[in-house]
């Protein structure tokens, strides 16, 4: 079956730009994250949904970072105002979240490189 | 909070000869771990995962790890490595909570001599 998608895969922004980077989910998967990945690092968690309610956005570096997921499906990660550290991968995962207090598998897409100019 | 540490940045391994990759957390409770594997370009795909029982786990790719909690480790083996390995490898750690961000590691990247 179709994995996560993510679009764009590359973005190239002006500072000070908004950008839009949008998440497919595996369908019918409950939870969804968003993760950013600085050059040369691991993934570092940003914010949480189960369906469309954003349950955990703990990760989210400023005020300029905006998630939704207003359906539970698709969900979309905004910076307003992009500033150079926020070139990154933007990585997002889906899983189907089986039981509470269990740590569900999830699936990544390809992700979104962002570089801000 | 949970950490993830992955003490070694590279690895050169020749085509053939076995692995390991080492993987430490810092957690609590009896934590869920995960090997991701990326490749350039690529997302993260999963090569296994650790959650309770059997403590050495089977993956894809003939990869296996095996938990240690006495050392907080969750090493990755695999005992033949192919070109195809050469790739960035994550070591992640969960909580278990229904709102779980994965906790990651900086990573091995694995370099394969012919």
């Known amino acids: 079956g179709a994995g996560v998608s993510q679009s764009p895969r590359y973005k190239v922004a002006k500072r000070g730009q908004d950008v839009a980077l949008r998440c497919d989910p595996i369908?019918?998967?409950?939870?969804l994250f968003w993760y950013q990945q600085a050059l040369g690092q691991g993934p570092e968690f940003l914010t949480y949904?189960?369906?469309?309610?954003?349950?955990?956005k703990s990760g989210l570096p400023s005020d300029r970072f905006f998630a939704e997921r207003p359906e539970g499906s698709v969900s979309t990660l905004k910076i307003q105002r992009t500033q150079q550290e926020d070139s990154a991968v933007y990585l997002c995962?889906?899983?189907?979240?089986?039981?509470?207090?269990?740590?569900?598998?999830?699936?990544f897409g390809p992700g979104t490189r962002l570089t801000v100019l | 909070a949970q950490s993830v540490t992955q003490p070694d940045i590279h690895i050169t391994v020749s085509e053939g000869a076995s692995l390991e990759l080492r993987c430490n957390y810092s957690?609590?409770?009896?934590?869920?771990l995960f090997w991701y594997v990326q490749s350039p370009g690529q997302g993260l795909q999963l090569l296994l995962k650790?959650?309770?029982?059997?403590?050495l786990v089977q993956g894809i790719k003939g990869f296996e790890a095996e938990f240690k909690r006495s050392q907080s480790s969750f090493n990755l083996r695999k005992p033949s490595v192919h070109w195809s390995d050469a790739a960035e490898y994550f070591c992640?750690?969960?909580?278990?909570?229904?709102?779980?961000?994965?906790?990651f590691g900086k990573g091995t990247h694995l370099i394969i001599q012919p």
């Open positions: 650790y959650f309770s029982g059997d403590t």
């Open positions: 369908s019918g998967h409950v939870s």
């Open positions: 949904f189960q369906n469309e309610a954003q349950l955990d």
């Open positions: 992640a750690v969960g909580e278990g909570g229904g709102a779980d961000g994965l906790t």
């Open positions: 957690y609590g409770a009896t934590p869920y």
């Open positions: 995962a889906s899983s189907l979240d089986l039981a509470s207090g269990v740590t569900d598998t999830q699936y």
